[in-house]
């Protein structure tokens, strides 16, 4: 049972271009939202994260959405730069759980 | 550099073999997670340690066990390999234990299991 589902596996956008990744849970007491981006042979960085009291977190070239209602949530990146190809993961965990539960990731190409 | 480290960064062993893997945790860092990512799959929570003690376990077979020592440094033992535990395992580490906490992952360790 994948709580956790990004169902795009790969997404090709423009430099400069917004590049848009989404992210779908299915777990309502999922209330802490992180993305993160991973380069090959290394491990996942921590991007960005929202808490379930806001709707919008931004920071730099970077802003993540949440909308509870409809258990979605999409990480924007504008604008696109070549140096942003990397895998993105989104993960959720619900208070007092102590674990993450990651998304199976989507590979982000920036084209010059 | 996340400042977390794992050791070591390949490994190549045989069906039915034991292997244990090692992460050290950034300093100051009381909490260490384990994760497997298979082939095209994401990120699969196996198990988290706080302080020397288990917190909480996800998907971890009973052939896989781990534990964290008095330093922090942790290791997971995986035993009777089959070729599906052939994976990348990656640890990472937080200042606590808490949801709320950002995690810092190691550079992996690839298992391959022939």
């Known amino acids: 049972d994948q709580q956790v589902k990004q169902n795009s596996p790969s997404l090709s956008v423009q430099e400069g271009r917004i590049s848009i990744l989404n992210c779908d849970y299915t777990?309502?007491?999922?209330?802490?939202f992180l993305w993160y981006k991973k380069y090959p042979a290394e491990g996942p960085t921590f991007l960005i994260s929202?808490?379930?009291?806001?709707d919008k977190n931004e920071d730099g070239r970077f802003t993540v959405f949440l909308n509870k209602s409809a258990k979605h949530l999409s990480l924007h990146i504008v604008p696109s730069q070549p140096g942003d190809s990397a895998v993105y993961f989104c993960?959720?965990?619900?208070?007092?759980?102590?674990?993450?539960?990651f998304g199976t990731g989507t590979r982000l190409k920036v084209l010059a | 550099d996340s400042g977390v480290t794992q050791t070591p960064k390949h490994l190549i062993t045989a069906t039915g073999q034991r292997v244990t893997l090692r992460c050290s945790p950034r300093?100051?860092?009381?909490?260490v997670y384990w994760y497997q990512q298979s082939l095209d799959q994401g990120l699969q929570f196996l198990i988290q340690?706080?302080?020397?003690?288990?917190?909480a376990k996800g998907n971890i077979l009973e052939r896989f066990s781990a534990q964290q020592f008095p330093d922090l440094h942790s290791e997971l033992n995986l035993s009777s390999l089959e070729l599906g535990d052939s994976a990348l395992y990656f640890c990472?580490?937080?200042?606590?234990?808490?949801?709320?906490?950002?995690?810092?992952f190691g550079p992996g360790t690839r298992l391959t299991v022939l």
């Open positions: 990472a580490s937080s200042v606590a234990g808490g949801s709320f906490n950002e995690q810092f």
């Open positions: 777990n309502s007491m999922f209330d802490y």
């Open positions: 929202i808490s379930s009291i806001k």
């Open positions: 993960a959720a965990s619900a208070s007092g759980t102590y674990k993450y539960i």
């Open positions: 300093s100051g860092d009381l909490s």
């Open positions: 340690y706080y302080n020397g003690e288990e917190r």
